[in-house]
């Protein structure tokens, strides 16, 4: 059984720039979620993927938008980049999206903006 | 704001003793929680979970209690060993808010163990 993988593992983009971060969720998992985490907080919740729609988003910006394929991988895309961006971002996944089921998270993309 | 937070950032413990981390979560509607733990440059790593619906659950070397009277959660680890140092989170499953499915973290309690 593969767990989550998330690619590229560090990133460093400028401040206005655009970024795509990558995620293939666990096998057998066909719903995805992604987390911002700062420096010594909690991760915090951006949206999740559940069958390629949109299955629930947090308190981010419509510049933080995202997609689910077919094979149930995902893509988290920020536009415009601001300094606060800089942060870990944590994708993971379950089963089938339930809200009384484990979610499994990757290793985690580190995102830097200058 | 968050609805769970956590009574201790850091916690020292020798190595072989019990440690014991501490959660409170504000969401009485809330039915599912889960222990997480996270080393450094890395993801969260699943402990334990319990569903609204116990007391108590127990696993290997972990026990986790949720005491839904006072909304209080909490991770007991046995013979606490130094590979047990890292950050550990607790999440709370968000019910009755706009974005379901999604998790809601505290910012953690680290724990260091002392050889």
């Known amino acids: 059984e593969t767990g989550v993988t998330q690619s590229p593992t560090h990133l460093i983009k400028t401040r206005g720039q655009q970024v795509t971060l990558r995620c293939s969720s666990q096998s057998g998992h066909n719903t995805v979620s992604w987390y911002q985490q700062a420096l010594g907080q909690g991760p915090q919740f951006i949206f999740q993927y559940y069958r390629e729609e949109e299955n629930g988003r947090g308190n981010f910006p419509p510049r933080f938008s995202g997609l689910q394929f077919p094979n149930y991988s995902s893509e988290l895309n920020v536009n415009a980049l601001e300094l606060d961006d800089s942060a870990l971002y944590l994708c993971a996944s379950s089963p089938r999206g339930g809200t009384l089921e484990t979610q499994y998270f990757g290793p985690g993309t580190r995102l830097l903006v200058l | 704001g968050e609805s769970v937070g956590l009574h201790l950032p850091t916690l020292s413990v020798q190595e072989g003793d019990n440690s014991i981390i501490n959660c409170a979560y504000s969401?009485?509607?809330?039915?599912?929680f889960i222990w997480y733990k996270q080393e450094s440059g890395k993801g969260p790593q699943f402990i334990i979970d319990i569903r609204s619906n116990m007391d108590k659950r127990q696993g290997q070397r972990v026990t986790v209690l949720l005491n839904k009277t006072v909304k209080h959660l909490s991770l007991q680890i046995a013979a606490t060993q130094p590979g047990d140092s890292a950050v550990y989170f607790c999440a709370e499953n968000n019910r009755g808010g706009g974005s379901q499915g999604n998790l809601i973290f505290g910012k953690g309690t680290k724990l260091s163990v002392k050889p």
């Open positions: 969401n009485s509607a809330s039915d599912y």
